[in-house]
């Protein structure tokens, strides 16, 4: 799962994940993408989909990446 966070990163994709694992390490939580307890299927369904309804909030989330990290597009993504 590390992985596929890691892709999404280097596109400047916001993140919605579990706090498990490595994934705190690479999302800001609430900046850069919404992280969510482990095991709460009802809070990661809702973050999904308030981020998918929300296409302001995923713009400013990618362009927070793209500014912190490398992007392999520099910062040329489409948050649709």
Do not use: F, M, W, Y
């Not at 369904?45 to 308030?50: F, I, N, S, T």
């Amino acid at each position: 799962l590390t992985d596929i966070v890691a892709l999404a990163v280097a596109e400047g994709l916001p993140v919605v994940a579990t706090r498990v694992g490595g994934v705190p390490e690479l999302i800001g939580e609430g900046t850069e993408g919404l992280l969510v307890p482990p095991s709460q299927p009802a809070l990661l369904a809702a973050a999904l989909l308030g981020l998918a309804g929300d296409e302001g909030r995923r713009r400013v989330l990618g362009e927070r990446l793209c500014g912190k990290k490398h992007c392999r597009n520099n910062g040329k993504t489409q948050h649709k």
